[in-house]
Structure formats: structure tokens, C-alpha cells
């Protein structure tokens, strides 16, 4: 199985300031046919489904506000969100589609400073 | 729209069968990948697996040996079995919807809360 790891656990950061999330695969999760990483985040606010952000690893899914952007190829990806609102707090997981099982990080929990 | 919706039993107890339905709404089974997801409450998401169109399943190995999935394309259902539960399996239980190739789920059910207990 591919393991997902993110980092941080958890984050807290100031209204309109840069969030930062990593997501690393043990392998790479490129697929050489079509060159895209299938690498998805989520957000999940309390009593909530998951919602999807980004897939192929920067490609914003309709609807997401553009402060949402993804980024990094092959094992190492980054979620950004470049102003923090705080509708924003909520917890974030990757997960990759590269093969199953499919699998996902453990989550990043970000809070307002 | 497409919308998914979970039901069965909230509570089951130790040893026995789980067994859920998730019923989409609103557009066809067709054409896309059909997931089961769980969650314990306060932790991370587990993929348990999915089934497509054509009817192959693919299973996550921790689970394999304990889950079916099925679909009924007459009722735009799929369901979930796991048998042989214990307290471990006691989580939030959601369906979803997978695209076509398999690059993400983009519609998801509410979920549905199991506990094993006797």
C-alpha cells in the first residue's frame, strides 16, 4: 500500500496569512502515460463529508475559492491557501488514486491564531 | 443534482453482519465507481473499497477478507457487508461517488454512524 503521510498534524495561523500543508507518498504517485499525479486533498469541517479541493495535485475543482492552490509532483505535494478565512477552519487530508487501495493521510487540522 | 444518502441499522452487535445502502438520487448508477469510506470518530478516513459499473470490486487488503460490496443497478443502490465486527469497526460509514477515471470523489453521502455493541 502507498503510504500518505502529511505535515503538519496541526496548524494555526493568523486571518489573511499563508496555510501551508505537505502530503508525502512512499512512492511516486505520477502516472507516465498521462503525466498527472493522482493526488487529491480534502476538507472536512466537524459533522461534515469530505469536500473536494484540488485533484491531480493542482487542479482546482470547481467551486473552490482561488485562495486554494496545489502543488508538487511525483512523492511531495503542497497544499496552500494563500489567506486564511475563517470559514477555513477544518480538517485537511490527501489522498492518492495512484492504486488501491486507495489511501489517505492522516489529516492536518488547522485553526485560526 | 446527484445526491447519495446512507441507511441501515445504527447499531450491531459483536460477531455479527453490518450492512449498509447507499442510494443515489437525482442521476445514474452508471459510469462511475462506487466507494465505501469510514471513519472512527475524532481519527482519519479508511477506504474500504469500491465497485464499478461493470461490477468489479477492488477491496482494501485490511478488510478484504470480512467485505463485500455490491451494486443493484435496477434500484441505483450499492451496499456494503462486513461480517464478523467488532467494537473497531465502530465509525462513520460514508458513500461516495468516484469519477469515471478514477481521480477523485466528488459527491459523498452524509454518513452513517455504526456501533458494535453488545
Known amino acids: 500500500d502507498i503510504v500518505m503521510t502529511q505535515s503538519p498534524d496541526s496548524l494555526a495561523v493568523s486571518l489573511g496569512e499563508r496555510a501551508t500543508i505537505n502530503c508525502k507518498s512512499s512512492?511516486?504517485?505520477?502516472?507516465?502515460?498521462?503525466?498527472?499525479?493522482?493526488l487529491t486533498w480534502y476538507q472536512q469541517k466537524p459533522g461534515q463529508p469530505p469536500k473536494v479541493l484540488i485533484y491531480w495535485a493542482s487542479t482546482r475543482e470547481s467551486g473552490v475559492p482561488d485562495r486554494f492552490s496545489g502543488s508538487g509532483s511525483g512523492t511531495d505535494f503542497t497544499l496552500t491557501i494563500s489567506s486564511l478565512q475563517a470559514e477555513d477552519v477544518a480538517v485537511y487530508y490527501c489522498?492518492?488514486?495512484?492504486?488501491?487501495?486507495?489511501?489517505f493521510g492522516q489529516g492536518t487540522k488547522l485553526e485560526i491564531k | 443534482q446527484v445526491q447519495l444518502q446512507e441507511s441501515g441499522p445504527g447499531l450491531v452487535k459483536p460477531s455479527e453482519t453490518l450492512s449498509l445502502i447507499c442510494t443515489v438520487s437525482g442521476g445514474s448508477i452508471s459510469y462511475y465507481y462506487w466507494t465505501w469510506i469510514r471513519q472512527p470518530a475524532g481519527e482519519g478516513l479508511e477506504w474500504i473499497g469500491r465497485?464499478?459499473?461493470?461490477?468489479?470490486?477492488d477491496y482494501n487488503p485490511s478488510l478484504e477478507s470480512r467485505v463485500t460490496i455490491s451494486a443493484d443497478m435496477s434500484k441505483n443502490q450499492f451496499s456494503l457487508k462486513l461480517n464478523s465486527v467488532t467494537a473497531a469497526d465502530t465509525a462513520v460509514y460514508f458513500c461516495?461517488?468516484?469519477?469515471?477515471?478514477?481521480?477523485?470523489?466528488?459527491?459523498w453521502g452524509q454518513g452513517s454512524l455504526v456501533t458494535v455493541s453488545p
Open positions: 465497485i464499478s459499473t461493470s461490477g468489479t470490486t
Open positions: 512512492q511516486s504517485v505520477l502516472y507516465s502515460s498521462n503525466n498527472k499525479n493522482y
Open positions: 461516495a461517488r468516484g469519477t469515471s477515471g478514477w481521480h477523485y470523489l466528488d459527491l
Open positions: 489522498q492518492q488514486f495512484y492504486s488501491t487501495p486507495s489511501t
